[in-house]
Structure formats: C-alpha cells, structure tokens
C-alpha cells in the first residue's frame, strides 16, 4: 500500500516550464511503475507518461513527447515530471499513480493504475 501527494504545480505562461513531484510514503516504492496523468475541465483523465521501477524504461504520450520528462529517484521515493514548452492545452490537474504489478507494460489506461495521488493543478496562460 502506497500514499502519493503531489506538488510543484501553479500558473505559467505558454512556453514556460514546471517541474512536479510526487513523493510516496511506503517501503515498497522501488518495485512499482509508475504513471502521470491528467485530467482537463470536461475531459476524460488521460496518460502522460510512466516510467518502470528501475527508471531506465520511460513512455510518453504523443501530445507531450519531447517536452516532458518523467524521471524517479527511488532514494527519495518520489517521481518527477518536468514540463517544458508548456502549451495552454497542458492546463490540468496532474496525478501521479502506482501501475498494478503484473498489468501489461502496454496498457496505460487509468484503470491498470492503483493507487492515486489527490493531484496538482497546472494553468498555462496564452
């Protein structure tokens, strides 16, 4: 069992950057992939990126490859999510989440995430 808490988001400019954490309390941290999504005003909660337990495997959604980075220091048992050439269509509360053991590397969806974060909200301005 694993408790998540986010933080780093706030309001930037288009073009800007933002780096979030997410800091997890649980011994067992290490061993668990882990994802960032989001979720826009009247829009479905969509993938971001994950990244395995080792942080050598990473995988991104097309609307944000290039420009974010996901990364995790298992020392610290937190995930980071660094954003960069942020876009308004970034705007969004962010989560981060723990991938169920076992649930296929290629399977992104929401539903194969356990454990959630409350999220973080991000705002780009134009």
């Known amino acids: 069992q694993v408790q998540l808490v986010e933080s780093g988001g706030g309001l930037v400019q288009a073009g800007g950057s933002l780096r979030l954490s997410c800091a997890a309390s649980?011994?067992?941290?290490?061993?668990?992939?882990m994802g960032w999504f989001r979720q826009a005003p009247g829009k479905e909660r969509e993938f971001v990126a994950a990244i395995r337990s080792s942080g050598s495997i990473t995988y991104y959604a097309d609307s944000v490859k290039g420009r974010f980075t996901i990364s995790r220091d298992n020392a610290k048992n937190t995930v980071y999510l660094q954003m960069n050439s942020l876009k308004p269509e970034d705007t969004a509360v962010y989560y981060c989440?723990?991938?169920?053991?076992?649930?296929?590397?290629?399977?992104?969806?929401?539903?194969?995430?356990?454990?959630w974060g409350q999220g973080t909200q991000v705002t780009v301005s134009s």
């Open positions: 649980g011994r067992t941290f290490s061993s668990y992939a």
């Open positions: 989440a723990t991938k169920r053991p076992g649930s296929s590397w290629f399977n992104h969806q929401p539903t194969s995430y356990d454990y």
